[in-house]
């Protein structure tokens, strides 16, 4: 079994668990509902995120390349992803110390830097644009609050 089918699977694992066991419980909580002013509940993002993620680990596991294939992932590329499953663990507890906005641009900065875009300049406008435009219509548009962290 390769890297990326053996992660898919893993995170497949992971998304149901959030689904099943997780999710199901926010809508116990009566502090997190909106008043009848919202048209869906506060279930409605985490199940969809969730079922994504789990679609999208399907799918990594199910077109996974053999190892020994021109295509598919060496050996080396199980450390990748397990530095980017690190990475996404720093950014999300990064959130808490330097906010949202702060924390996301690092994060896309450290994703890029472990990948190695084709070009630097398009990494770097995405780095920031993507964030800030992402910032803005959680906040601006969706009334989402974001963390704000304790730095900025």
Do not use: Q
């Amino acid at each position: 079994m390769n890297a990326p089918r053996l992660l898919g699977i893993v995170f497949a694992a992971a998304a149901l668990a959030f689904l099943l066991v997780l999710v199901p419980d926010l809508g116990d909580d009566p502090f997190l509902g909106g008043g009848g002013f919202y048209t869906v509940g506060p279930t409605a993002l985490p199940y969809l995120a969730g079922g994504l993620v789990l679609l999208f680990s399907i799918a990594v596991a199910l077109e996974a390349k053999p190892a020994g294939s021109a295509d598919g992932a060496g050996g080396g590329r199980l450390g990748l992803g397990l530095l980017f499953v690190g990475l996404t663990l720093a950014y999300a507890l990064g959130m808490l110390v330097l906010g949202f906005l702060a924390a996301s641009i690092l994060f896309l900065a450290a994703v890029f830097a472990l990948y190695r875009p084709r070009s630097w300049i398009v990494a770097t406008i995405l780095a920031i644009v993507v964030p800030v435009a992402v910032d803005a219509i959680l906040r601006e548009l969706f009334l989402i609050p974001l963390p704000s962290g304790l730095v900025f």
